[in-house]
């Protein structure tokens, strides 16, 4: 197996919403406001709606739970969703307050987008197994993805 570029993209955000502590730990929502993305095979823009639902463990663990609508440069809609896992470092904690910024490699922060269309363009986005890595800048969130290629 290999790993090939997919995209890279970014979400911006609003500013949390916290729920504060529960029976899980302690939870945040992120809201999407917009943002962009681009791969060899496919750009456009995440539409308004989708979030992050943050649940951040005693140990200082982040479990991410993310839906976003992505829309394609020639109007296709792809529903993105995935699930993930970050080590909130202080600087992590800051820049996603919106103060200062992480790079890729600083903190564990990881996830596995799943993706959905109904648009034939890109139903080869269906069978796709990805993995993302995740930074903290300019008060957005970046990812880089990776579709895992096996031969």
Sequence with gaps: MKLEPLMTYHAELRPPVSVGPGPYGTRNIFEVIGGAFE?????????TGGGDWLLVDAEGIGHLDVRATFETHDGALIYVQYFG?????????QALQGHGQTDFGDTHFVSQPRFETGDLRYAWLNQVMA?????VRNGR?????????CG
Excluded: H, W
Aim: aromatic share 6%; with cysteine.
């Design 141 to 149: 969130v970046e990812y880089q993805v990776f579709e895992c290629v």
């Design 39 to 47: 791969g060899p095979r496919m750009r456009g823009n995440l539409r």
């Design 85 to 93: 896992r970050l080590v909130l470092t202080d600087a992590l904690a």
């Design 131 to 135: 993995v993302g890595e995740g930074r």
